[in-house]
């Protein structure tokens, strides 16, 4: 597995690995919907088998206190399949 | 509007403006399944109004002509809200 890395303090990054594309799909969507319930939106990469989830505050450019949360509740989509 | 570029000879880029997050993740999603259907998968980076796809041929590490069927084929899911 990987872990959330700190990026130049300034994001967070973490890689998920998944069997196929339609389960990186699914997570890709399951995150989103975290997004927007919590008004706070990464970025998003999908590609066959991975999602690269990229975390920061665009109004400070940089790391707050929700950042963290919502690696958190992210890390938590992947156990509601 | 933005247009498919070809980069190095050896993918299509394309980037999709969207006025928030939901339309780009719904976009997404329409880009997902067609590229189900197709068995033949982009890598999609998802953002806050943004969608930018990258299509090339794993196999030869390169471009072929599904590539651009592809590409078509994505431009035409923006139509199908």
Same mark, same amino acid.
């Given at each position: 597995?990987?872990?959330?890395?700190?990026?130049?303090?300034? /994001?967070?990054?973490?890689? $998920?690995?998944?069997?196929?594309?339609?389960?990186?799909?699914?997570? !890709?969507?399951?995150?989103?919907? +975290?997004?927007?319930?919590?008004? /706070?939106?990464?970025?998003? $990469?999908?590609?066959?088998?991975?999602?690269?989830?990229?975390?920061? !505050?665009?109004?400070?450019?940089? +790391?707050?206190?929700?950042?963290?949360?919502?690696?958190?509740?992210?890390?938590?989509?992947?156990?509601?399949?």
């Amino acid at each position: 597995g990987h872990d959330w890395r700190c990026i130049d303090e300034h /994001h967070l990054e973490k890689k $998920y690995d998944f069997p196929n594309f339609r389960q990186a799909l699914d997570f !890709t969507n399951r995150v989103g919907e +975290l997004a927007e319930r919590q008004g /706070h939106h990464p970025d998003i $990469y999908l590609a066959w088998g991975k999602v690269v989830l990229t975390i920061w !505050t665009h109004k400070i450019d940089g +790391l707050t206190e929700s950042d963290f949360i919502f690696a958190a509740k992210a890390d938590q989509q992947l156990n509601q399949h």
